[in-house]
């Protein structure tokens, strides 16, 4: 009779372990093999803080409902692979179809959502610093969004700043510092400038790469006509050489600073700043807005030809090139005073 009791107990306790490890083997298939699907308007983000546990991590998909699990499956299939503990902290983006397994490899590999910033070309570099102050995405360490103020905090060398940001769009992840990224689009500038440098046309006026970025500057804001831009640094380049000034209106504007509401005046032209380019010889200072690669291009490779002047048409944005001054006036009576 004994024996017969010990042949039960052990017979249902083996039915019971078998029984728990089908259960184990058919969940972990289910686990594994299950596939989440949802569907989205608005992609799901999913943000895991600095410090979590693959536990937490889990726990709070589970109250997102974004898996039919308990929070401890994942855990366990973490600890399993050995790889609990490297998870990495930032934000996700959630797939729409996706396993856990998947998505526990996209946790440890650390592919984090990339967000887009774009520094436009033509503005100025304190813009940025001000746009960049203001978006919320960025982990603010910088003390200041002035440029004479974040400058030393960028580089070793004495910089002005303007202009020493590489016009693109950027990706970068959540809380990357304002500081790595401007730092980032800063020696991004240098690296074009200095690629391009070597391979610049002969006998250029300008006794620095920084002297090519002041000019690239200045064709910036010149146009917005890529086919144009050759042609208008060829102008300043000559210019230069026959110790013309060159008297250019946006480094006027640039030099008035907030005196300029919109519109540049004659007393304007006439009043000397260090970035007056009617009054002063030479290129100017500094640079006056933050250059494109083409405008950088433009700068080094001018556009040969005998043109010393231009004006705008008034017609998309494009100008009118002459040889001579009188040539010149004749085309600013025809677009500019329509006489």
């Known amino acids: 009779m004994k024996n017969r009791i010990t042949h039960i107990i052990l017979m249902s306790t083996g039915l019971m ?154 990706y970068f992840p959540l809380n ?21 440098w070597p391979n610049r046309a002969k006998d250029l006026p300008y006794k620095t790469p920084y002297e090519a970025l002041i000019m690239a500057s200045i064709i910036e804001k010149e146009t917005g006509i890529a086919e144009e831009r050759p042609e208008i640094s060829g102008v300043f380049v000559r210019r230069l050489k026959k110790g013309m000034r060159l008297q250019t209106d946006p480094t006027v504007i640039y030099g008035m600073g907030e005196r300029y509401q919109g519109n540049i005046r004659s007393r304007d032209l006439t009043r000397d700043t260090p970035y007056n380019t009617y009054t002063r010889y030479g290129l100017p200072p500094s640079p006056i807005a933050i250059p494109s690669q083409e405008a950088i291009y433009a700068a080094l490779h001018p556009a040969k030809g005998k043109s010393l002047y231009f004006v705008a048409t008034g017609k998309e944005g494009r100008h009118a090139f002459s040889n001579t001054l009188i040539e010149h006036n004749r085309a600013v009576r025809r677009y500019q005073l329509k006489k």
């Open 176 to 196: 990357t510092t304002d500081k790595a990224f401007l730092q980032r689009a800063y020696h991004r500038q240098y690296a074009i400038l200095m690629s391009e």
């Open 17 to 170: 372990l078998l029984i728990s490890v089908l259960f184990i083997l058919y969940e972990y298939h289910r686990f594994t093999h299950y596939t989440i699907k949802h569907q989205q308007v608005v992609p799901q983000t999913f943000i895991i803080t600095p410090g979590s546990s693959l536990y937490q991590v889990s726990h709070q998909l589970s109250l997102r409902q974004y898996h039919p699990f308990p929070p401890y499956y994942l855990y366990f299939y973490g600890r399993y692979q050995q790889q609990a503990h490297l998870i990495k902290a930032g934000e996700y983006t959630l797939p729409e179809e996706t396993t856990l397994p998947e998505l526990f490899a996209l946790f440890v590999a650390g592919r984090v959502k990339q967000h887009s910033f774009t520094i436009i070309e033509g503005t100025t570099s304190q813009q940025l610093l001000t746009k960049i102050a203001n978006d919320k995405r960025f982990k603010h360490v910088l003390p200041s969004s002035q440029l004479a103020e974040v400058m030393p905090l960028l580089t070793d060398k004495a910089s002005h700043g303007e202009g020493e940001f590489a016009a693109d769009t950027y």
